[in-house]
């Protein structure tokens, strides 16, 4: 059985401004099964979110295939396109510049429905009705407009719309880095909710490891355009495996002063390199605090430890 | 005790008709991390805002007090506030690369925090940079914000904050546009330099997970108000006020369990001018009693250096 999705060495290279491309996505190969939540992690500039655009077709892959059940995007035309991006469905990090301000989130919630002919008339007020409660918002909402709502209602109102075509896979990214914490579990609630109620497949995107451990069933750690490691959530959070993942795991500031204060720290010396010039070898091994000779020169490919895929010389 | 570095007492700040902040007050003593936690709109951020005396012109004090060590800064003219700020009073932001000048090099920018130039303090500046941890500072000195990475350019931050000792340093949510790997280096560095130089730290922060990292007390505030207040190891370990309880209960953490359903806080934070007479978190707390709703609950001690400010808290420390 094919997966819901399966990206095999996707490369993205956008255009450098002094000659070299910037190569934010180099070589990245993952799936996400029917049903799961696969959690894409890392830091700014590692390639997560052009992995995310790729997967709906927002971003042209320069080499290698994303397939959306079955369907390849890569090369794909405008009317494949079209076809694929009813079946996966993106939720960007900020609801307000997701909603047009002069549309009533009714319109927003079915526009989908009405231009792709799927419902009209009573038929649509009737499932943005649904839609609506589905996400814990009232029918009678359906009038207003999007500055009525607060910030936790308007991802509420963005996620209603990208349930409305019955997605195979949803596609977030940072959905709840723009809310404010009380705020974040209710969204965070209602996205396990909406997974357990339509077994919806989902590539979860985001810098905050406790999120993507609450939400995820698999994690995907990136390091600069390349995984460095993925794994079941119980693996990855108990025995990290990659050195760069062990390194963001003890970075997480814990709200808990005891369990915080006895963490050993793993300080990570310089900064990220510039996907325009990564360096040869592991990209990670600038920074890496065990790093071997080896690891300057040669690739280290993704393998199996355990039950981690690791891209590690020395795990 | 020793006496504190920073006092704001009884501070209220308006806009127009609308009070933002309601007669607020903590201290800082030096060597001390204070957290100002709270969620967006709480005026946690015109509070450090009021400190520095840098509001903006539509906001007013109209009442209380900011004492930096004896001396009051309400009442200072504004000449005078100058030659303190950067000197005795420090801020750094949320956006470094923002707060930077991009046309003027590093080492000048943290020079003028000395009001010299460059040339006159260069060894000094190549010291603080070495102290924030940049390294070749030689090289560094003479670059431009553009040249640096964010997680750089907030130790040049630092750095222009502290090399003339202030007392005190205002830390506006210092980590929040930066990387995991790099907030852990820079609240490493917070916490090494209050230590090492004394230095009195008020850290606004929205992320529960800083405070227990590098704070030695916190405030938490809701709309305007202190609910809660106190070492950070008592506070995490026993919250008393319903809002601090929710709001840690609400965060995903690495030791829950997945999937299972996160505490939530009904409804949403109501905004400014919109505050019913009593507890402003009435409408949303599920202890709430009737006269939560009419009574302001006042802030009190509570033992142990806890003060709350709540008629019915979650375990009532108040001496017999």
Redesign the interface.
């Known amino acids: 059985m094919s997966h819901t999705l399966e990206i095999t060495d996707l490369k993205v290279h956008f255009p450098g401004r002094h000659g070299a491309p910037v190569r934010a996505v180099d070589g990245v190969s993952l799936h996400v099964a029917a049903g799961e939540t696969l959690g894409l992690v890392g830091e700014s500039g590692c390639g997560k979110t052009t992995v995310a655009n790729a997967t709906v077709g927002l971003q042209a892959p320069t080499a290698g295939s994303v397939r959306v059940q079955g369907t390849e995007l890569a090369g794909a035309s405008r009317s494949v396109l079209r076809d694929v991006r009813a079946r996966a469905q993106m939720v960007f990090q900020n609801p307000v510049t997701s909603l047009n301000p002069r549309m009533t989130i009714g319109a927003a919630v079915g526009e989908p429905l009405l231009v792709r002919g799927r419902a009209a008339g009573r038929a649509l007020r009737d499932q943005v009705a649904a839609l609506l409660e589905e996400v814990g918002l009232r029918a009678e909402h359906a009038g207003r407009y999007p500055h009525q709502f607060s910030g936790g209602q308007r991802q509420r109102i963005v996620i209603a719309r990208a349930l409305a075509l019955r997605p195979a896979l949803l596609v977030c990214d940072e959905p709840v880095s723009a809310l404010d914490v009380s705020v974040r579990a209710q969204i965070l609630n209602l996205l396990v909710d909406l997974q357990a109620r339509h077994a919806m497949s989902t590539l979860f995107v985001s810098h905050d490891l406790a999120v993507v451990r609450h939400v995820c069933d698999r994690v995907a750690v990136m390091y600069l355009g390349r995984i460095a490691e993925i794994a079941p959530r119980d693996a990855i959070f108990a025995a990290p495996r990659h050195p760069y993942t062990r390194a963001l795991l003890a970075a997480v500031p814990e709200p808990d002063p005891a369990v915080q204060r006895a963490k050993p720290r793993l300080p990570l010396a310089g900064e990220i390199p510039s996907p325009a010039n990564p360096p040869a070898g592991c990209r990670f091994h600038t920074r890496c605090p065990i790093v071997v000779d080896q690891c300057r020169h040669e690739v280290p490919p993704l393998r199996r430890v355990g039950d981690s895929d690791v891209a590690c010389h020395l795990a | 005790m020793t006496p504190a570095a920073l006092t704001v007492a009884a501070l209220s700040l308006d806009l127009g008709p609308t009070r933002l902040v309601d007669g607020i007050g903590f201290s800082v003593a030096p060597g001390e991390v204070m957290a100002l936690v709270g969620?967006?709109g709480c005026g946690k951020s015109v509070t450090a805002q009021a400190i520095m005396r840098l509001l903006p012109d539509a906001i007013r004090q109209t009442g209380g007090q900011v004492r930096l060590g004896e001396e009051d800064l309400t009442a200072l003219p504004e000449r005078a506030m100058q030659a303190i700020r950067g000197r005795r009073l420090s801020m750094i932001f949320q956006e470094p690369q923002a707060a930077l000048d991009p046309l003027d090099t590093i080492g000048a920018q943290i020079a003028e925090a000395l009001r010299q130039p460059l040339s006159r303090v260069r060894a000094e500046v190549r010291r603080m940079l070495e102290d924030v941890g940049i390294?070749d500072p030689e090289r560094r000195i003479d670059q431009h914000p553009f040249e640096l990475?964010g997680?750089?350019c907030q130790r040049v931050m630092i750095a222009t904050a502290l090399i003339a000792r202030p007392a005190v340093l205002i830390a506006d949510e210092p980590t929040t546009a930066l990387?995991?790997?790099?907030?852990?280096?820079i609240?490493?560095l917070l916490r090494r330099l209050a230590i090492e130089r004394r230095t009195a730290v008020v850290l606004i922060t929205?992320?529960?997970?800083?405070?227990?990292?590098i704070a030695d007390r916190v405030c938490v505030m809701y709309a305007g108000r202190i609910a809660e207040a106190g070492p950070?190891?008592e506070i995490?370990?026993a919250p008393m006020h319903p809002y601090t309880a929710?709001?840690?209960a609400?965060?995903?953490?690495?030791?829950?369990v997945?999937?299972s359903?996160?505490?939530?806080?009904a409804g949403?934070?109501p905004a400014p001018g919109e505050y019913g007479p009593g507890c402003r978190f009435a409408n949303r707390c599920p202890r709430a009693e009737p006269r939560c709703a009419t009574t302001t609950p006042p802030l009190l001690a509570a033992g142990q250096g806890r003060e709350i400010a709540c008629f019915a808290p979650l375990a009532d420390r108040r001496a017999p």
Do not use: C, N, W, Y
Not at chain 2, 179 to 185: K, S
């Open positions: 969620e967006s390294s990475s997680g750089m990387d995991v790997t790099i907030q852990a280096q609240l490493d929205h992320d529960m997970g800083v405070v227990a990292d950070v190891a995490f370990a929710l709001l840690l609400s965060i995903p953490r690495l030791s829950d997945p999937k359903p996160l505490a939530v806080i949403q934070v």
